[in-house]
């Protein structure tokens, strides 16, 4: 997982993760790598 200044604290995630679905299913991508990724576009714009 990168390291980036938007990634979510293990606090933050706690409190999202406990809003979301109980029942784990396989993933390609953990859905906190998920979150973090959209954060990341929000807050930077994805600039080229």
Not at 18 to 37: A, I, T
Request: avoid cysteine; proline fraction near 4%.
């Amino acid at each position: 997982m990168h390291k980036y200044p938007t990634n979510l604290t293990d606090k933050q995630w706690q409190v999202i993760k406990n809003m979301l679905d109980p029942k784990e299913r396989f993933r390609k991508y953990s859905l906190r790598s998920v979150f973090d990724g959209i954060l990341y576009i929000v807050k930077t714009g994805v600039q080229w």
